[in-house]
């Protein structure tokens, strides 16, 4: 098959004219249904609109074609196609991604991975799931239960992402501190390169032979390969899980007292905080009853009933010394998710006081939290828009969530030239752009502030390494150079230019 | 916070080294100690030491990341972590007393506590390096989530220097239990692996399971009170703390009677509730049936064969010939790729040539 004419136009930036769009897309949707069946194929714009977007809603574009497929030979058959067309493939999970990864390119098929969505075998010796990557996250723990087994990562999304979402952004969630990121709770991925070939990153063993190309592919955004099997590590459900709720009177001590803890050598299972503007948000949506304060801090610990009890004394110690002006403990399964459901709802209790919120994700060494938090509220009073804070601060791990009208005109180009600037505080005192959501579309920009010319070229040879044409998700996770030469020359601080040795366009 | 003395940073020196290595197309044997000088494929080339690019350049107890150069003796890591009552979660082994952090983290070897705890690369949370062009780059950083760009950083672990010089990494450390204890339960093998499999179904706080000669010794570590009461669950005899930390040093630094022996030692990785493969020879099992010794005079292909259809892989670990396939060989279209892998850091080809695999 011969590559199509004018398609390798249709991926770059520059609008294509609908005219030839619709041949295209007439012609790829010929192509994908003679080798996948036509109900896999979707081609009317009405049928494409449902893809326009994932969880970063302010971008949106129909993607030239949706391919479902049902199955790895399925898969195979739709790389082929593109490959040999020369059309790029954005892979797509459930679309809760928050950064733009999975948004569609104009001239690209989307590849919905959805369908393939069984659990293939449940090893409850070896402790481990053989799941399709359309599979939900809750959806493993919830079929392993009756085995007193679950997967430990849990990302406030997991009703509705999938594991192959997961593993493509290393998702996070609330107990990674003591159970780790995605990555660490695979044991094998099965990949489909964009030669078709279909490799095993990993194994069922504890390691693999060569280099770890397993940790590779967690967090690369679909750029490097699709992912069609995931084997997940189960563990035992602790036996015992108690939190503790403290109230602060300001956000440096509650930070402080967080250290304290984990200085004092108990690993808590989940350590949050919220700020008061999340607090008032979250009291506004359900009848939790946090003290309205100005942080709230959740400490969760588990393990074994006396591991517990023991623990428990210890972090109510602590954080009484740290200045806590109340400190509240679960004492019944009932009121220890009663206590969390304020934290898991954050995110809509946030979205109900405000018309549409940005969420951030970066992430810092601890110490600096009381400062970073000075500093988002500076920069929120220079840019003219509230920010609320919830925090994964046992990981350092931030999301301001940033309040704004997109129908007002400019707010939404306030709220991201708001959002890139604490992106690039959090990198000012050594920390990262993203800790869970990824680079997508949304972080380009501050890619180029957190990485130097010679690590991006770094990246952009890794990613020839395994699709040299760039089919696969052309155009996210890793700004081009000549991307970051222009940015650059808008963005001067402290004097210092980012990429100074970049020719500037 | 350590700050070091400066003549102990010698990064740029390394660079100029790899420059002029990549210029003249000529091969580097990456070097710390050499306590690892037996593990993987013969070694070839010009030795770059790496030794003496020492020193912790950071570590905060309270934020649980340690930074420190690669050179740095694997056991200063662990005097400055003990001071504050933290280590390194993965159990290196060391296999010698100079045994350097980069070495380490290159041969990305993991101790007992790895099915509990994680591996080398689980901690890791990210380097500075350089490139086969003596370009030095900083991937992941000092923080515990971090997903900007690809992984760089736990992609080091265990590619045995044939990626990039490490020049720093940073590291997950983690506290020191309040509590250890081991107890023993006189098992054969076979039932040794049954018991495991119940085990670790269990929410005990477990932290190491390993069968030697009719033994099969579990450590618990957590809490006082945690650990008491999982011990009580467990029954089995209780082994005197000394002793318990004599066997677990001894596992992990391979210093037990049973790994003295002429034959060739093989590492069996396996899914942890794989049967006894019955291969001749004597066998000690590990990270709760995950990982088996075994001394063998066996062909490699029968114990290649046997491991692999078990779902698992096999390393020749020590003896036998070193110009040989060591590691597990890879399939044709995944050796194609680590090729590429390796071109894109190291386009000259010049770190630890055939270390790894023969033509990587
Ligand atoms: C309310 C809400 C709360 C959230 N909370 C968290 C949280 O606590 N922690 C956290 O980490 N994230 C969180 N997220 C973000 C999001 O849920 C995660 O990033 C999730 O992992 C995305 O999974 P998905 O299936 O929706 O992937 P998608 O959004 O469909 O895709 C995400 C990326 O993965 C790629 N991809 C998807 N599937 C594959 C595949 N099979 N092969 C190759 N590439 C693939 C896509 O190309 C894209 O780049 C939250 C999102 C929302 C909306």
Redesign the interface.
Same mark, same amino acid.
């Given at each position: 098959m011969t590559p199509l004419p004018g398609i390798r136009d249709a991926s770059k930036n520059r609008p294509p004219d609908a005219a030839s769009l619709n041949r295209l897309r007439a012609e790829v949707g010929e192509r994908l249904r003679a080798v996948i069946p036509a109900t896999g194929v979707l081609t009317e714009l009405e049928q494409l609109r449902p893809f326009e977007c994932d969880g970063l809603s302010a971008h949106r574009q129909p993607p030239l074609a949706v391919a479902m497929p049902a199955n790895v030979d399925q898969v195979q058959a739709v790389l082929k196609v593109c490959r040999e067309a020369g059309v790029p493939v954005v892979t797509r999970g459930a679309g809760t991604g928050l950064s733009g990864g999975a948004l569609p390119l104009a001239g690209g098929v989307l590849l919905n991975m959805s369908r393939m969505n069984d659990i293939i075998s449940i090893?409850?010796?070896?402790?481990?799931a053989r799941v399709q990557p359309g599979v939900r996250n809750l959806q493993i723990s919830e079929a392993v239960r009756h085995?007193?087994?679950y997967y430990a990562p849990d990302p406030s999304s997991q009703i509705a992402c999938s594991i192959g979402g997961n593993v493509a952004?290393?998702a996070?969630g609330v107990h990674?501190?003591k159970y780790?990121?995605t990555?660490?709770n695979v044991a094998a991925v099965d990949v489909v390169?964009i030669d078709g070939?279909r490799?095993t990153f990993g194994?069922?063993?504890?390691?693999?032979? #060569?280099?770890?190309?397993l940790?590779?592919i967690?967090?690369?955004e679909g750029l490097?390969a699709v992912i069609v099997e995931v084997v997940v590590r189960l563990?035992?459900?602790?036996?015992h899980a108690q939190v503790v709720m403290a109230a602060f009177p300001d956000v440096g001590s509650a930070g402080h007292a967080v250290?304290?803890i984990?200085?004092s050598?108990?690993?808590p299972a989940g350590l949050e905080m919220m700020d008061h503007g999340c607090i008032l948000a979250v009291n506004d949506y359900l009848d939790v009853g946090y003290p309205e304060c100005e942080a709230v801090v959740l400490c969760e610990v588990d393990?074994?009933?006396?591991?517990v009890?023991?623990?428990l004394v210890q972090v109510r110690d602590v954080l009484l010394a740290g200045g806590a002006t109340e400190v509240r403990e679960s004492r019944s399964e009932a009121e220890r998710l009663a206590l969390w459901s304020g934290r898991k709802a954050a995110f809509p209790a946030v979205g109900r006081i405000a018309s549409d919120y940005y969420c951030m994700d970066g992430?810092?060494?601890?110490?600096h939290l009381a400062d970073v938090l000075a500093e988002i509220q500076r920069l929120a009073n220079t840019y003219g828009l509230r920010v609320v804070n919830v925090f994964?601060a046992g990981?350092?791990?931030m999301h301001p969530l940033i309040l704004y009208d997109a129908n007002l005109a400019g707010q939404t180009e306030t709220a991201e030239a708001l959002g890139a600037a604490i992106l690039e505080a959090c990198v000012a005192v #050594? #920390?990262?752009?993203? #800790?869970?959501?990824?680079?997508g579309v949304e972080?380009l920009d501050t890619?180029c502030v957190?990485?130097?010319t010679?690590?991006?070229a770094?990246?952009h040879?890794?990613?020839?390494?395994?699709d040299p044409e760039a089919i696969l998700n052309p155009g996210k996770?890793?700004p081009t150079l000549a991307r970051c030469a222009e940015f650059g020359a808008m963005h001067v601080h402290g004097g210092r230019l980012p990429h100074p040795e970049l020719e500037r366009f | 916070m350590t700050r070091p003395a400066p003549e102990k940073d010698i990064a740029e020196a390394l660079a100029g080294e790899v420059e002029q290595a990549f210029r003249d197309r000529a091969a580097l044997c990456i070097r710390g100690s050499g306590s690892k000088d037996f593990l993987g494929r013969e070694p070839a080339g010009r030795k770059l030491d790496v030794s003496r690019h020492r020193g912790v350049i950071s570590y905060?107890?309270?934020?649980?990341?340690l930074t420190a150069r690669s050179g740095t003796r694997l056991s200063e890591i662990r005097d400055v972590l003990a001071d504050q009552?933290q280590m390194l979660a993965f159990e290196p082994p060391a296999f010698g007393d100079e045994a350097t952090l980069g070495g380490t983290i290159a041969a990305?070897l993991s101790g007992p506590r790895?099915?509990y705890a994680? +591996?080398a690369?689980?901690f890791v949370l990210g380097v500075t390096m350089l490139?086969g062009q003596g370009? &030095? %780059?900083?991937?992941g950083?000092?923080?515990?989530?971090?997903?900007?760009?690809?992984?760089?950083s736990?992609?080091m672990?265990?590619?045995m220097g044939t990626?990039g010089v490490l020049l720093d990494v940073s590291l997950k450390v983690?506290?020191?239990p309040?509590a250890e204890r081991t107890r023993v339960f006189k098992l054969s093998a076979a039932a040794a692996l049954e018991k495991l499999?119940t085990l %670790?179904?269990?929410?005990?706080?477990l932290s190491g399971a390993a069968w030697m000669e009719g033994r099969l010794y579990v450590r618990l570590s957590? +809490?006082? &009170?945690?650990v &008491?009461?999982?011990e009580r669950e467990l029954i089995g005899e209780p082994l005197a703390e000394k002793e318990a930390a004599g066997f677990w040093t001894g596992l992990r630094e391979h210093r037990l009677d049973f790994f003295a022996d002429d034959r060739p030692l093989w590492r069996l990785?396996?899914?942890?509730?794989a049967p006894e493969l019955g291969l001749d020879g004597k066998g000690l099992i590990d990270?709760g049936g995950?990982?088996r010794w075994l001394f063998s005079a066996l062909p490699a292909e029968t114990i290649r064969d046997r491991a692999a259809a078990a779902?698992?892989?096999a390393?020749l670990f020590r003896g036998g010939d070193r110009r040989e396939a060591i590691?597990?060989?890879? +399939?044709q279209?995944?050796l194609a790729?680590?090729q590429?892998?390796k071109?894109?850091?190291d386009p000259a080809g010049i770190f630890n040539p055939g270390r790894?695999?023969e033509g990587l």
């Open positions: 090893d409850q010796d070896n402790r481990l085995l007193g087994l952004e290393n996070g990674c501190l780790g990121l990555v660490h390169t070939e490799l194994s069922e063993a504890f390691d693999a032979p #060569g280099f770890d190309l940790a590779l967690h967090g690369s490097l563990l035992p459900v602790p036996r250290a304290r984990i200085g050598g108990i690993l393990g074994t009933a006396e591991e009890a023991d623990q992430t810092i060494p601890r110490r994964h990981d350092g791990n #050594g #920390g990262t752009v993203t #800790g869970e959501h990824g680079v972080k890619m957190q990485f130097s010679i690590e991006l770094q990246f040879a890794l990613k020839a390494a395994f996770a890793v | 905060e107890p309270t934020e649980l990341v009552g990305g790895r099915p994680g +591996s690369r689980d490139n370009e &030095s %780059g900083r991937f950083g000092e923080v515990i989530k971090n997903v900007a760009g690809y992984d760089v736990r992609l672990a265990g590619a990626l983690l506290p020191r309040e499999t %670790g179904r269990l929410p005990i706080p957590g +809490s006082a &009170s945690g &008491s009461a999982a990785g396996l899914p942890p509730a990270w995950g990982q779902g698992g892989h390393t590691f597990h060989p890879l +399939s279209a995944m790729l680590h590429r892998v071109a894109a850091l790894l695999y």
